[in-house]
């Protein structure tokens, strides 16, 4: 008989395993991108988030400072974003798409729902709701747990 704990650290396993296999997947699209995959998922959370300051992307990133300034800067001289000084205080700059990187944003939103596509038509919806469903529980469990 399978104890509930082997079966929570089965999905851990199968979690971490869908990581790197997603990561993968990715990397393998990025020389059609142009952009790397980080790259990518940081200009479809500017986005979603336009004017936001550079703190912010490394909070939700989870990226030490060093690292998204090295991002930000590298997204800019490819002229994919601008800093704009904020109109309250001129110390802080606020992250915008420019017209080129609107443009990547949806080239790159295009492939990968090409890519998804692929992946997806192989799946019963019915089994993607249920692992929506725990791991919507599990994530809340989590920050119950550490919230406490």
């Known amino acids: 008989m399978t104890l509930k704990k082997d079966k929570?650290?089965?999905m851990n396993r199968l979690l971490q395993n869908y990581m790197i296999n997603m990561k993968h997947f990715y990397t393998e699209l990025a020389p059609?991108?142009?952009?790397t995959p980080q790259q990518a998922h940081t200009l479809f959370y500017?986005?979603?988030h336009a004017g936001l300051i550079q703190r912010?992307?490394?909070d939700h990133f989870h990226l030490r400072n060093a690292s998204v300034t090295s991002m930000v800067k590298n997204l800019?001289?490819?002229?994919?974003?601008?800093r704009k000084a904020d109109q309250e205080s001129a110390?802080?700059?606020?992250?915008?798409l420019t017209k080129k990187g609107e443009e990547k944003t949806n080239e790159v939103k295009e492939i990968?729902?090409?890519?998804y596509l692929q992946i997806i038509s192989r799946l019963d919806e019915r089994d993607i709701d249920a692992i929506v469903k725990g791991?919507?529980?599990i994530n809340s469990n989590l920050k119950n747990k550490l919230g406490s």
Request: avoid cysteine; proline fraction near 0%; glycine fraction near 6%.
């Open 91 to 96: 110390r802080i700059k606020r992250i915008f």
């Open 46 to 48: 500017i986005e979603k």
């Open 56 to 58: 912010e992307l490394g």
């Open 76 to 82: 800019e001289r490819d002229g994919y974003i601008i």
């Open 32 to 35: 059609e991108l142009d952009i």
């Open 135 to 137: 791991m919507t529980n």
């Open 112 to 115: 990968f729902d090409k890519a």
């Open 8 to 10: 929570f650290e089965q």
